[in-house]
Protein backbone atom coordinates (compact mmCIF):
# COMPACT_ATOMS: atom_id res chain seq x y z
CA UNK A 1 0.00 0.00 0.00
CA UNK A 2 2.95 2.65 0.99
CA UNK A 3 4.20 2.39 -2.85
CA UNK A 4 0.87 2.91 -4.54
CA UNK A 5 -0.23 5.53 -2.25
CA UNK A 6 3.19 7.27 -2.58
CA UNK A 7 3.09 6.88 -6.85
CA UNK A 8 -0.58 8.90 -6.32
CA UNK A 9 0.80 11.53 -4.47
CA UNK A 10 4.39 11.67 -7.02
CA UNK A 11 1.49 12.31 -9.83
CA UNK A 12 0.05 14.93 -7.73
CA UNK A 13 2.54 16.85 -6.24
CA UNK A 14 4.97 15.89 -9.85
CA UNK A 15 2.05 18.06 -11.49
CA UNK A 16 2.25 20.91 -9.13
CA UNK A 17 5.90 20.77 -9.15
CA UNK A 18 5.74 20.96 -12.68
CA UNK A 19 3.33 23.97 -13.20
CA UNK A 20 5.52 25.46 -10.39
CA UNK A 21 8.32 25.39 -12.65
CA UNK A 22 6.58 27.16 -15.19
CA UNK A 23 5.15 29.29 -12.55
CA UNK A 24 8.98 30.43 -12.14
CA UNK A 25 9.98 30.69 -15.65
CA UNK A 26 6.75 33.13 -16.31
CA UNK A 27 6.98 35.22 -13.44
CA UNK A 28 10.49 35.98 -12.98
CA UNK A 29 10.21 37.05 -16.42
CA UNK A 30 7.10 39.27 -16.38
CA UNK A 31 7.96 40.89 -12.87
CA UNK A 32 11.00 42.64 -11.69
CA UNK A 33 12.81 41.34 -8.57
CA UNK A 34 10.98 44.00 -6.45
CA UNK A 35 7.41 42.63 -7.92
CA UNK A 36 8.41 39.48 -7.23
CA UNK A 37 9.68 40.18 -3.83
CA UNK A 38 6.00 41.71 -3.09
CA UNK A 39 4.86 38.23 -3.85
CA UNK A 40 7.82 36.63 -1.47
CA UNK A 41 6.95 38.91 1.67
CA UNK A 42 3.02 38.04 1.37
CA UNK A 43 3.29 34.41 1.06
CA UNK A 44 5.97 34.20 3.79
CA UNK A 45 3.34 36.02 6.16
CA UNK A 46 0.50 33.69 5.03
CA UNK A 47 2.45 30.70 5.79
CA UNK A 48 2.97 32.14 9.64
CA UNK A 49 -0.62 33.05 10.03
CA UNK A 50 -1.64 29.63 8.52
CA UNK A 51 0.22 27.79 11.03
CA UNK A 52 -0.66 29.93 13.53
CA UNK A 53 -4.36 29.64 12.84
CA UNK A 54 -5.07 26.46 11.10
CA UNK A 55 -2.32 23.87 11.40
CA UNK A 56 -4.14 22.91 14.62
CA UNK A 57 -7.07 21.94 12.53
CA UNK A 58 -5.69 20.04 9.93
CA UNK A 59 -2.71 18.13 11.84
CA UNK A 60 -5.49 17.17 13.83
CA UNK A 61 -7.61 15.72 11.21
CA UNK A 62 -4.81 14.40 9.95
CA UNK A 63 -4.10 12.15 13.49
CA UNK A 64 -7.52 11.24 14.22
CA UNK A 65 -9.34 10.45 11.29
CA UNK A 66 -6.22 8.42 10.41
CA UNK A 67 -7.58 5.96 12.59
CA UNK A 68 -9.91 4.18 10.58
CA UNK A 69 -13.01 3.85 8.99
CA UNK A 70 -15.16 4.70 12.36
CA UNK A 71 -13.07 7.81 13.04
CA UNK A 72 -15.08 10.90 11.59
CA UNK A 73 -14.51 14.36 13.09
CA UNK A 74 -15.11 16.59 9.74
CA UNK A 75 -17.71 18.51 11.25
CA UNK A 76 -15.78 19.49 14.33
CA UNK A 77 -13.10 19.88 12.42
CA UNK A 78 -15.34 22.77 9.84
CA UNK A 79 -16.10 24.81 13.35
CA UNK A 80 -12.48 24.64 14.32
CA UNK A 81 -11.49 26.36 11.00
CA UNK A 82 -14.62 28.99 11.49
CA UNK A 83 -13.23 29.54 14.68
CA UNK A 84 -9.84 30.08 13.46
CA UNK A 85 -11.24 32.29 10.43
CA UNK A 86 -12.84 34.75 13.06
CA UNK A 87 -9.53 35.65 14.75
CA UNK A 88 -8.13 36.52 11.44
CA UNK A 89 -8.91 40.25 12.45
CA UNK A 90 -6.75 39.90 15.49
CA UNK A 91 -3.93 38.48 13.01
CA UNK A 92 -4.37 41.81 10.61
CA UNK A 93 -3.30 43.82 13.83
CA UNK A 94 -0.33 41.80 15.10
CA UNK A 95 0.78 41.28 11.49
CA UNK A 96 1.12 44.99 10.72
CA UNK A 97 2.48 46.25 14.71
CA UNK A 98 4.48 43.00 15.15
CA UNK A 99 6.04 42.24 11.96
CA UNK A 100 6.00 45.71 10.18
CA UNK A 101 4.28 44.43 7.59
CA UNK A 102 2.35 47.27 5.45
CA UNK A 103 -1.03 47.28 5.35
CA UNK A 104 -1.61 46.12 1.76
CA UNK A 105 0.83 43.32 1.77
CA UNK A 106 -0.75 42.02 4.96
CA UNK A 107 -4.22 41.75 3.78
CA UNK A 108 -2.90 40.38 0.84
CA UNK A 109 -1.30 37.61 3.19
CA UNK A 110 -4.15 36.90 5.60
CA UNK A 111 -6.71 36.28 2.40
CA UNK A 112 -4.05 33.63 1.22
CA UNK A 113 -3.40 32.18 4.49
CA UNK A 114 -7.89 31.92 4.68
CA UNK A 115 -7.76 29.72 1.51
CA UNK A 116 -4.78 27.70 1.88
CA UNK A 117 -6.19 26.82 5.37
CA UNK A 118 -9.21 25.84 3.74
CA UNK A 119 -8.20 24.00 1.04
CA UNK A 120 -5.59 22.33 3.20
CA UNK A 121 -8.31 21.24 5.45
CA UNK A 122 -10.08 19.37 2.45
CA UNK A 123 -6.83 17.55 1.79
CA UNK A 124 -6.00 16.59 5.30
CA UNK A 125 -9.47 14.33 5.21
CA UNK A 126 -8.85 12.88 1.92
CA UNK A 127 -5.67 11.98 3.14
CA UNK A 128 -6.28 10.63 6.32
CA UNK A 129 -9.42 8.72 4.90
CA UNK A 130 -6.42 7.05 2.19
CA UNK A 131 -8.54 8.74 -0.59
CA UNK A 132 -5.31 9.22 -2.61
CA UNK A 133 -6.83 9.73 -6.13
CA UNK A 134 -8.66 12.31 -5.32
CA UNK A 135 -6.22 14.45 -3.15
CA UNK A 136 -4.10 14.24 -6.87
CA UNK A 137 -7.16 15.79 -8.58
CA UNK A 138 -7.70 18.45 -6.26
CA UNK A 139 -4.04 19.04 -5.85
CA UNK A 140 -3.73 18.93 -9.97
CA UNK A 141 -6.88 21.25 -10.41
CA UNK A 142 -5.41 24.33 -7.84
CA UNK A 143 -1.94 24.09 -9.87
CA UNK A 144 -3.83 24.75 -13.09
CA UNK A 145 -5.86 27.40 -11.40
CA UNK A 146 -3.14 29.52 -9.61
CA UNK A 147 -1.09 29.38 -12.93
CA UNK A 148 -4.03 30.58 -14.86
CA UNK A 149 -5.40 33.25 -12.68
CA UNK A 150 -1.91 35.10 -11.92
CA UNK A 151 -1.11 35.19 -15.44
CA UNK A 152 -4.65 37.14 -16.02
CA UNK A 153 -3.97 39.08 -13.25
CA UNK A 154 -0.21 39.93 -13.67
CA UNK A 155 -1.13 40.66 -17.73
CA UNK A 156 -3.75 43.16 -16.13
CA UNK A 157 -1.42 45.19 -13.94
CA UNK A 158 -1.71 43.79 -10.82
CA UNK A 159 2.01 43.12 -10.26
CA UNK A 160 3.14 40.59 -7.42
CA UNK A 161 -0.56 41.31 -6.02
CA UNK A 162 -2.00 39.62 -8.73
CA UNK A 163 0.55 36.87 -8.04
CA UNK A 164 -0.90 36.23 -4.38
CA UNK A 165 -4.10 37.01 -5.62
CA UNK A 166 -4.16 34.22 -8.12
CA UNK A 167 -3.02 31.90 -5.62
CA UNK A 168 -5.50 32.42 -3.00
CA UNK A 169 -8.23 32.17 -5.91
CA UNK A 170 -6.78 28.83 -7.19
CA UNK A 171 -7.18 27.27 -3.55
CA UNK A 172 -10.80 28.10 -3.13
CA UNK A 173 -11.92 27.12 -6.32
CA UNK A 174 -10.09 23.58 -5.82
CA UNK A 175 -11.46 23.14 -2.13
CA UNK A 176 -15.24 24.40 -3.38
CA UNK A 177 -14.83 22.13 -6.39
CA UNK A 178 -13.95 18.92 -4.39
CA UNK A 179 -16.51 20.09 -1.72
CA UNK A 180 -18.66 17.17 -2.58
CA UNK A 181 -16.84 14.26 -2.72
CA UNK A 182 -14.67 16.06 0.77
CA UNK A 183 -17.84 16.55 3.22
CA UNK A 184 -20.15 13.76 1.49
CA UNK A 185 -22.91 12.33 4.23
CA UNK A 186 -23.23 10.19 6.58
CA UNK A 187 -21.19 12.62 8.68
CA UNK A 188 -21.45 12.56 12.50
CA UNK A 189 -22.27 15.97 13.78
CA UNK A 190 -20.12 18.45 16.14
CA UNK A 191 -19.25 16.68 19.24
CA UNK A 192 -17.86 19.69 21.52
CA UNK A 193 -15.99 16.22 23.77
CA UNK A 194 -13.61 15.96 19.91
CA UNK A 195 -13.27 19.47 19.38
CA UNK A 196 -12.17 20.17 23.19
CA UNK A 197 -9.85 17.25 22.20
CA UNK A 198 -8.72 18.73 19.35
CA UNK A 199 -8.12 21.73 21.59
CA UNK A 200 -5.43 19.76 23.57
CA UNK A 201 -3.97 18.45 20.82
CA UNK A 202 -4.28 21.31 18.42
CA UNK A 203 -3.29 24.16 20.75
CA UNK A 204 0.81 23.26 20.96
CA UNK A 205 0.41 22.32 17.12
CA UNK A 206 -0.46 25.76 16.29
CA UNK A 207 2.63 26.69 18.85
CA UNK A 208 4.55 24.47 17.06
CA UNK A 209 3.45 25.73 13.38
CA UNK A 210 3.76 29.16 14.09
CA UNK A 211 7.61 28.39 15.19
CA UNK A 212 8.09 26.44 12.25
CA UNK A 213 6.57 29.06 9.80
CA UNK A 214 8.57 32.10 11.53
CA UNK A 215 11.79 29.66 10.99
CA UNK A 216 11.09 28.93 7.54
CA UNK A 217 10.01 32.63 6.55
CA UNK A 218 13.05 34.43 8.54
CA UNK A 219 15.19 34.50 5.80
CA UNK A 220 12.99 35.46 3.33
CA UNK A 221 11.42 38.38 5.86
CA UNK A 222 15.14 39.27 7.10
CA UNK A 223 16.48 39.53 3.45
CA UNK A 224 13.86 41.85 2.88
CA UNK A 225 13.60 43.91 5.72
CA UNK A 226 17.82 44.35 5.52
CA UNK A 227 18.48 44.13 1.09
CA UNK A 228 14.68 45.11 0.38
CA UNK A 229 12.04 44.17 -1.92
CA UNK A 230 14.29 43.22 -5.04
CA UNK A 231 16.86 41.02 -3.11
CA UNK A 232 13.77 39.48 -1.31
CA UNK A 233 12.25 38.82 -4.91
CA UNK A 234 15.90 37.07 -6.07
CA UNK A 235 16.32 35.11 -3.03
CA UNK A 236 12.92 33.70 -2.74
CA UNK A 237 12.92 32.86 -6.61
CA UNK A 238 15.79 30.47 -5.62
CA UNK A 239 13.99 28.60 -2.57
CA UNK A 240 10.66 28.54 -4.81
CA UNK A 241 12.96 26.81 -7.49
CA UNK A 242 14.53 24.78 -4.95
CA UNK A 243 11.32 23.78 -2.73
CA UNK A 244 9.48 22.90 -6.24
CA UNK A 245 12.15 20.21 -6.90
CA UNK A 246 12.85 18.79 -3.22
CA UNK A 247 9.41 19.17 -2.11
CA UNK A 248 7.67 17.07 -4.81
CA UNK A 249 9.54 13.89 -3.64
CA UNK A 250 9.39 14.50 0.20
CA UNK A 251 5.51 15.31 -0.16
CA UNK A 252 4.85 12.35 -2.02
CA UNK A 253 6.31 9.79 -0.07
CA UNK A 254 5.75 11.71 3.27
CA UNK A 255 1.66 12.03 2.52
CA UNK A 256 1.79 8.09 2.37
CA UNK A 257 3.71 7.46 5.63
CA UNK A 258 1.86 9.51 8.10
CA UNK A 259 -1.28 7.98 8.02
CA UNK A 260 -0.53 4.36 7.53
CA UNK A 261 2.26 4.53 10.19
CA UNK A 262 -0.92 5.99 12.60
CA UNK A 263 -2.98 2.71 11.25
CA UNK A 264 0.13 0.61 12.06
CA UNK A 265 -0.16 1.90 15.74
CA UNK A 266 -3.50 1.53 16.36
CA UNK A 267 -4.23 -1.88 14.67
CA UNK A 268 -0.81 -3.93 15.28
CA UNK A 269 0.89 -2.28 17.66
CA UNK A 270 4.36 -0.01 17.66
CA UNK A 271 6.54 -2.93 16.57
CA UNK A 272 4.62 -3.11 13.23
CA UNK A 273 4.73 1.51 13.27
CA UNK A 274 8.90 0.72 13.39
CA UNK A 275 9.09 -1.31 10.66
CA UNK A 276 6.85 0.81 8.30
CA UNK A 277 9.06 3.77 9.36
CA UNK A 278 12.10 2.27 8.54
CA UNK A 279 10.96 1.21 5.35
CA UNK A 280 9.43 4.83 5.09
CA UNK A 281 12.86 6.23 6.00
CA UNK A 282 14.58 4.85 3.02
CA UNK A 283 11.98 5.51 0.52
CA UNK A 284 11.91 9.44 1.78
CA UNK A 285 16.02 9.48 1.78
CA UNK A 286 16.01 7.65 -1.50
CA UNK A 287 14.00 9.79 -3.59
CA UNK A 288 15.42 12.94 -2.06
CA UNK A 289 19.08 12.80 -1.57
CA UNK A 290 19.68 12.23 -5.12
CA UNK A 291 17.19 15.25 -6.19
CA UNK A 292 19.14 17.93 -3.99
CA UNK A 293 22.91 16.60 -5.13
CA UNK A 294 21.88 15.91 -8.69
CA UNK A 295 20.26 20.17 -8.84
CA UNK A 296 22.85 21.32 -6.83
CA UNK A 297 25.65 20.06 -9.66
CA UNK A 298 23.74 21.81 -11.97
CA UNK A 299 22.71 24.46 -10.86
CA UNK A 300 24.17 27.23 -12.80
CA UNK A 301 22.49 25.16 -15.95
CA UNK A 302 19.49 25.17 -14.23
CA UNK A 303 19.04 28.58 -13.23
CA UNK A 304 20.42 30.30 -16.49
CA UNK A 305 17.67 27.98 -18.42
CA UNK A 306 14.58 28.57 -15.91
CA UNK A 307 14.89 32.38 -14.68
CA UNK A 308 14.73 35.66 -15.86
CA UNK A 309 18.27 37.65 -16.46
CA UNK A 310 17.74 39.46 -13.13
CA UNK A 311 17.69 36.34 -11.14
CA UNK A 312 20.37 34.13 -12.60
CA UNK A 313 23.64 35.07 -11.66
CA UNK A 314 22.60 35.43 -7.81
CA UNK A 315 20.23 31.99 -7.74
CA UNK A 316 22.81 29.63 -9.17
CA UNK A 317 24.99 30.58 -6.22
CA UNK A 318 22.69 29.71 -3.94
CA UNK A 319 20.22 26.97 -5.55
CA UNK A 320 23.59 24.89 -4.12
CA UNK A 321 23.57 26.00 -0.74
CA UNK A 322 19.64 26.24 0.02
CA UNK A 323 19.13 22.41 -1.21
CA UNK A 324 20.50 20.73 1.80
CA UNK A 325 18.95 23.23 3.68
CA UNK A 326 15.79 21.51 2.13
CA UNK A 327 17.22 17.53 2.48
CA UNK A 328 17.51 18.50 6.43
CA UNK A 329 14.16 20.41 6.42
CA UNK A 330 12.48 17.05 4.51
CA UNK A 331 14.09 14.65 7.44
CA UNK A 332 12.85 16.60 9.70
CA UNK A 333 9.77 17.53 9.41
CA UNK A 334 8.87 14.75 7.07
CA UNK A 335 10.13 11.87 9.25
CA UNK A 336 11.08 12.58 12.97
CA UNK A 337 8.15 15.02 13.41
CA UNK A 338 6.12 11.35 13.10
CA UNK A 339 7.74 10.33 16.63
CA UNK A 340 5.50 13.48 18.15
CA UNK A 341 2.10 12.18 16.55
CA UNK A 342 2.61 9.42 17.06
CA UNK A 343 2.50 9.69 20.96
CA UNK A 344 0.44 12.14 21.41
CA UNK A 345 3.27 14.81 22.33
CA UNK A 346 2.13 18.16 20.55
CA UNK A 347 4.88 19.77 23.18
CA UNK A 348 7.63 18.38 21.79
CA UNK A 349 7.19 19.22 18.59
CA UNK A 350 6.73 22.95 19.85
CA UNK A 351 10.55 22.50 21.17
CA UNK A 352 11.65 20.93 18.45
CA UNK A 353 10.74 24.37 16.28
CA UNK A 354 12.10 26.31 18.98
CA UNK A 355 15.44 24.61 18.62
CA UNK A 356 15.36 25.06 14.82
CA UNK A 357 14.67 28.77 15.18
CA UNK A 358 16.90 29.88 18.20
CA UNK A 359 19.76 28.57 15.81
CA UNK A 360 18.53 30.14 12.79
CA UNK A 361 18.23 33.76 14.43
CA UNK A 362 21.49 33.41 15.85
CA UNK A 363 22.85 32.10 12.77
CA UNK A 364 21.46 34.87 10.68
CA UNK A 365 22.28 37.87 12.76
CA UNK A 366 26.54 36.30 12.64
CA UNK A 367 26.05 35.78 8.58
CA UNK A 368 23.51 38.18 6.41
CA UNK A 369 25.44 41.05 7.72
CA UNK A 370 29.07 40.31 6.15
CA UNK A 371 28.03 37.91 3.48
CA UNK A 372 24.27 38.98 2.57
CA UNK A 373 22.34 36.54 1.02
CA UNK A 374 24.71 33.73 0.77
CA UNK A 375 24.61 34.34 4.80
CA UNK A 376 21.43 33.70 4.58
CA UNK A 377 21.16 30.91 2.69
CA UNK A 378 23.85 28.84 4.94
CA UNK A 379 21.98 30.27 7.96
CA UNK A 380 19.26 27.99 6.77
CA UNK A 381 21.50 25.03 6.24
CA UNK A 382 23.04 25.02 9.71
CA UNK A 383 19.72 26.09 11.61
CA UNK A 384 17.67 22.71 9.78
CA UNK A 385 20.52 20.82 10.61
CA UNK A 386 20.47 21.34 14.25
CA UNK A 387 16.80 20.59 13.90
CA UNK A 388 17.59 16.95 12.67
CA UNK A 389 19.87 16.02 15.40
CA UNK A 390 17.59 17.88 18.01
CA UNK A 391 14.59 16.33 17.09
CA UNK A 392 15.95 12.68 16.89
CA UNK A 393 17.05 13.19 20.87
CA UNK A 394 13.56 14.68 21.14
CA UNK A 395 11.83 11.40 19.94
CA UNK A 396 13.27 9.69 22.53
CA UNK A 397 10.51 11.00 24.41
CA UNK A 398 7.89 9.94 22.34
CA UNK A 399 7.84 6.80 20.21
CA UNK A 400 11.19 6.26 19.70
CA UNK A 401 12.07 6.29 15.85
CA UNK A 402 14.28 3.20 14.40
CA UNK A 403 17.48 4.27 13.08
CA UNK A 404 18.83 1.52 10.18
CA UNK A 405 21.99 2.70 9.05
CA UNK A 406 22.71 -0.17 6.14
CA UNK A 407 19.33 1.55 4.16
CA UNK A 408 21.41 5.40 4.73
CA UNK A 409 24.35 3.87 3.42
CA UNK A 410 23.21 2.34 0.71
CA UNK A 411 21.46 5.16 -0.34
CA UNK A 412 25.06 7.82 0.04
CA UNK A 413 26.58 4.95 -2.08
CA UNK A 414 24.03 5.36 -4.63
CA UNK A 415 24.01 9.12 -4.95
CA UNK A 416 27.79 8.94 -4.92
CA UNK A 417 27.86 6.32 -7.74
CA UNK A 418 25.65 9.03 -9.84
CA UNK A 419 27.04 12.52 -8.66
CA UNK A 420 30.93 11.87 -10.25
CA UNK A 421 29.41 11.28 -13.94
CA UNK A 422 27.00 13.50 -13.47
CA UNK A 423 29.62 16.45 -12.68
CA UNK A 424 31.80 15.54 -15.36
CA UNK A 425 28.71 16.10 -18.07
CA UNK A 426 27.36 19.43 -16.12
CA UNK A 427 31.32 20.94 -16.36
CA UNK A 428 31.38 20.11 -20.31
CA UNK A 429 29.87 23.23 -22.41
CA UNK A 430 28.89 26.41 -21.58
CA UNK A 431 26.32 27.64 -18.68
CA UNK A 432 22.69 27.69 -20.04
CA UNK A 433 23.74 24.97 -22.60
CA UNK A 434 20.26 22.97 -22.23
CA UNK A 435 21.87 20.07 -24.33
CA UNK A 436 24.23 19.82 -21.22
CA UNK A 437 21.99 20.27 -19.26
CA UNK A 438 19.46 17.37 -20.39
CA UNK A 439 22.45 15.50 -20.71
CA UNK A 440 23.37 15.94 -17.35
CA UNK A 441 20.21 15.12 -16.12
CA UNK A 442 19.78 11.61 -18.23
CA UNK A 443 23.14 10.62 -16.67
CA UNK A 444 22.41 11.28 -13.20
CA UNK A 445 18.86 9.67 -13.58
CA UNK A 446 20.05 6.27 -15.50
CA UNK A 447 22.98 6.44 -13.17
CA UNK A 448 21.07 6.39 -9.80
CA UNK A 449 18.55 4.29 -11.02
CA UNK A 450 20.89 1.81 -12.02
CA UNK A 451 22.38 1.64 -8.85
CA UNK A 452 20.00 1.72 -6.94
CA UNK A 453 18.03 -1.55 -8.40
CA UNK A 454 21.85 -2.87 -8.04
CA UNK A 455 21.96 -2.03 -4.11
CA UNK A 456 17.89 -3.04 -4.14
CA UNK A 457 16.97 0.44 -2.29
CA UNK A 458 13.69 0.58 -0.31
CA UNK A 459 13.27 -3.07 -1.58
CA UNK A 460 12.05 -1.86 -5.19
CA UNK A 461 13.80 -4.48 -7.21
CA UNK A 462 12.83 -7.41 -4.12
CA UNK A 463 9.40 -6.26 -5.62
CA UNK A 464 9.92 -5.98 -9.22
CA UNK A 465 11.46 -10.16 -9.25
CA UNK A 466 8.76 -11.00 -6.90
CA UNK A 467 5.77 -9.14 -9.19
CA UNK A 468 7.42 -10.95 -12.19
CA UNK A 469 7.50 -14.05 -10.63
CA UNK A 470 3.78 -13.63 -9.60
CA UNK A 471 3.08 -12.91 -13.15
CA UNK A 472 5.08 -15.96 -14.26
CA UNK A 473 3.44 -18.14 -11.94
CA UNK A 474 -0.03 -17.04 -12.90
CA UNK A 475 0.59 -17.24 -16.86
Do not use: C
Amino acid sequence: MLIRQTSTYMVAHGTSSALGFLSVILFTRLLTPAEYGVYVVALSVAGIVSSLLFTWVRLSVLRFESEGEATDIRLTALAAYALSVATLPLALGVTVWALAVPLDKALAALVLAAALGLFELGQEILRARLQSTTYMRATVVRAFAAIGISFALVHAGWGGFGLVAGVAGAYVIAALAFSPVIWKGPRKPFDAVTFRTMLGFGVPMALSGGVFALHAALDRLLVAALLGDAAAGVYGAAADLVRQIILFPALSVAAAVVPLAIRALAEEGAAAADIHLTRSGELLLAVVMPAVVGLAIVAPHFAALILGPEFRDTAALLIPILVFSWLFQTVSQQFVQISFHLAKKPFLMVAHGLSSLVVNVVAMALLVPPFGLKGAAWSLVIAEAAGVVAGYVLSRWAHPLPFAWRPLVKVVAAVLIMAAPTALVARTGATGDIAVFATAVVTGIVTYAAAALALDIAGVRSAMMQRVGWSGGAS
